[in-house]
């Protein structure tokens, strides 16, 4: 039978993680820290949240994002024109950095989500679910949708005195987004997801 071990991330104390029920949490023996958290019914939650994350993430960059009227004129913008308008500004850096972290980053932490727990939900093993899982831990703290929404509260306050902001459905649909995504990373169980692709490969 397989051992699983894991390593305190203060101390450096390898040790054995018994059987926990849902929302234990496994400290380390040494100096107390906190190894791990065990989460109720993970992958049915990762992959419920994920899912919606999913639907709204195809509205936030399909439907208007932002209008606005001015001397009669109406003018309404995606979320990905947006970022094209940043970049033909000249300010190359602010749409790269747009880009990787309010599209790219959340698309690939989704796709990478239901890759591996869609198989593990039904007892199977995605190929390179190993190296997409450790993706998504180094792609997480890219993820700053929060940041961009707070952006865009900010542009509203200081257009609203030049121009009539009229918020798009994808504005709402970004905002649920945000907490959608939050709840599926939260609703991870690394350990159980490390667990199981250990288990179904010696199986």
Not at 82 to 107: D, H, K
Request: hydrophobic share 55%.
């Amino acid at each position: 039978m397989v051992k699983h071990r894991i390593a305190c991330q203060h101390c450096d104390l390898v040790q054995s993680i018994p059987q926990l029920p849902d929302r234990a949490t496994a400290l380390c023996v040494r100096c107390g820290s906190v190894l791990f958290r065990a989460r109720a019914d993970s992958i049915n939650n990762t992959i419920a949240w994920t899912v919606a994350g999913a639907v709204l993430f195809m509205v936030a960059i399909n439907f208007p994002f932002l209008g606005m009227k001015t001397n009669g004129l109406e003018r309404h913008t995606a979320l990905l024109t947006g970022i094209q308008e940043i970049y033909r500004q000249g300010m190359v850096g602010l749409a790269i950095l747009v880009m990787l972290t309010c599209v790219l980053a959340p698309m690939i932490q989704m796709t990478g989500l239901l890759y591996v727990f869609l198989p593990l939900k039904f007892n199977r093993k995605a190929h390179f679910s190993a190296v997409v899982f450790r993706l998504f831990q180094h792609i997480q703290p890219w993820s700053m949708m929060e940041v961009f929404m707070l952006g865009i509260l900010v542009a509203l306050v200081k257009l609203g005195n030049m121009a009539t902001i009229v918020p798009g459905v994808a504005v709402f649909a970004f905002a649920v987004l945000i907490f959608c995504l939050a709840f599926a990373i939260s609703s991870v169980d690394a350990h159980l997801v490390w667990k199981r692709l250990e288990r179904i490969g010696h199986d």
